[in-house]
């Protein structure tokens, strides 16, 4: 089986791309589950009921987030009702919404787990120890994890942590794809980072020259969107749906 999995997808341009690109995408690489990291989808970060229903519409099974995963008051109830809206599974208890979702496809399930790390971003549940309690209510061996974190080295340890026990350990957040895709232990794809979905002339997604200004000057300023020149950066992991082992992963540019 083969899944697709779409690196963070930032505003109107990302979902503009993948309006025109996705369907050839899926039929290219003879995709049966796509998963796409929506956390910026929304105009200046996070999702709305908007942008987390075009993704719907567009093709994908089960939307991941991360540290942006609140910052729309107005879509935190999408958390509750959507059960294809994940947000990191390691928030403190009581928080609102899940971290696991489970897409159904008749002979064999799987399960996608969204974690956050904890260098450099939130203060939250430790996501190795919290990954393990996970794991043993998980009831599939297909098993695919977006850690959604900010150092390098908090990923690599993650994917020797979860070799053998996980399909797949897909870095995003950083939004500049890295080239260290691997089966590890001949069994768990990994990257370090999928990358971004949205303007490739930007600085991760905003416009380039104010980001330059912003370095030049250390003056406040307000980050907009690019729209220059937009890619799709993904993954495709294929795998054994009976014993969840990864066999492939391949990265993928689009323009």
Do not use: W
Request: hydrophobic fraction near 40%; glycine fraction near 10%.
């Amino acid at each position: 089986m083969n899944l697709l999995f779409i690196g963070d997808v930032v505003g109107s341009g990302g979902s503009e791309i993948l309006a025109r690109r996705l369907y050839d995408i899926k039929k290219e690489y003879d995709i049966d589950i796509t998963v796409v990291n929506g956390e910026n989808s929304a105009q200046g970060n996070g999702v709305t009921a908007q942008s987390y229903r075009e993704l719907i519409n567009l093709g994908a099974d089960v939307v991941t987030t991360g540290n942006h995963c609140f910052r729309r008051q107005e879509s935190v109830d999408l958390y509750e009702s959507e059960e294809r809206l994940l947000r990191p599974a390691n928030y403190p208890d009581g928080v609102i919404g899940r971290g696991v979702a489970y897409i159904d496809m008749g002979a064999y399930k799987v399960a996608v787990i969204n974690l956050i790390g904890t260098l450099y971003l939130e203060a939250v549940e430790n996501p190795f120890s919290y990954v393990d309690k996970l794991l043993e209510q998980i009831d599939t061996p297909n098993i695919f994890v977006d850690f959604h974190a900010e150092a390098t080295s908090e990923k690599k340890a993650m994917g020797y942590y979860l070799e053998g026990r996980a399909t797949a350990v897909l870095g995003t957040h950083t939004h500049v794809q890295t080239s260290d895709e691997a089966i590890l232990g001949g069994h768990t794809a990994y990257i370090t980072d999928v990358g971004m979905t949205g303007a490739e002339r930007s600085v991760l997604g905003v416009d380039k020259d104010v980001v330059i200004n912003k370095f030049l000057y250390h003056m406040p300023v307000k980050f907009s969107e690019s729209l220059e020149a937009p890619f799709i950066n993904a993954v495709v992991v294929e795998f054994d749906e009976k014993s969840g082992k990864a066999t492939n992963i391949t990265r993928i540019i689009k323009r």
